[in-house]
Structure formats: C-alpha cells, structure tokens
C-alpha cells in the first residue's frame, strides 16, 4: 500500500471516541426514568383514591356549620391559616344572627328536636358572645 492509499483508508474509516462518563450518564437516565414512573405512579394512586366521605346533607348539618363559624370567630378555635386565636366579633355576630334569621324563617316546620337544638345552639352562642364581648371591653379600658 502506497501511503496516499493508507491515508484514504484512515479517513474513511469512522473514529470510535469512548466517553469515560458513558456508565454514570446512564445510570442517572435510568434513576430519572425510576423517579419519573415513581412520580406517574403516586399521582395515579392519588387519583384513584376515594374521595372524603361528606356527612349527610341535613338541618342539623347546616346549623352545626353556621355555629362552627360563629365559634372561630369568638376565637374558641385556632385559626388555621394563622396559627392562633383570632377574635372576629362582628362576624361572630352575622353568623348568630343568621342562625336567629334561620329559626323565625321555619318556625313551625322543624321537628321537636330541630327546634330545640336550634335554640340550644343560639343560646350557647349568645351567652358566649356576650362573655367574649365583656372581656374584649374590659381589655380596652
């Protein structure tokens, strides 16, 4: 062989460059693909998961929620988003009113026993706010 004809063959043939790094790159794309089916996995889980059991719709239901409410906002609760009590006396004040609104509006159409837990509740709750009311003015003087 002549040595243009070397050389012609050495170009022709393709070079083979071997990266060091070849077993890391793909053991890091094979965890990146573990991590990714992982991840597909858990949403799917997630989406598949039953959703809360909500209690009955009901009145007694509806007055516990309004009471609910009217109680965090006498700060007998800790706020959630603020992690402490917070004392809301006006809006304490339109729940228990809505609550009375509530009970002149279905006068004569509750059971013995919704009445009377209505009116249960709203006596607890006034007694409660008038307590709350007193203390928060005795503070400011």
């Known amino acids: 062989m002549s040595g243009n004809e070397e050389q012609s063959q050495n170009e022709e043939q393709p070079k083979i460059i071997v990266d060091s790094n070849w077993k890391e790159q793909v053991a890091a794309e094979k965890e990146a693909l ?79 026993e919704e009445s009377t837990m209505l009116a249960d509740v709203l006596h607890q709750l006034r007694m409660l706010f008038v307590a709350i009311d007193g203390q928060a003015k005795a503070a400011e003087q």
């Not at 989406?47 to 509806?62: G, H, I, Q, R, V």
């Not at 988003?81 to 004040?93: H, P, R, T």
């Open 34 to 112: 573990r991590q990714q089916a992982q991840e597909t996995q858990e949403t799917q889980e997630n989406k598949n998961a039953p959703e809360p059991a909500w209690p009955p719709a009901s009145f007694a239901t509806l007055v516990s929620t309004l009471a609910t409410q009217a109680v965090a906002a006498l700060g007998q609760m800790v706020d959630p988003e603020q992690e402490e009590v917070v004392v809301n006396l006006d809006f304490a004040k339109h729940m228990i009113d809505t609550l009375a609104l509530l009970e002149e509006k279905t006068k004569g159409n509750l059971t013995p």
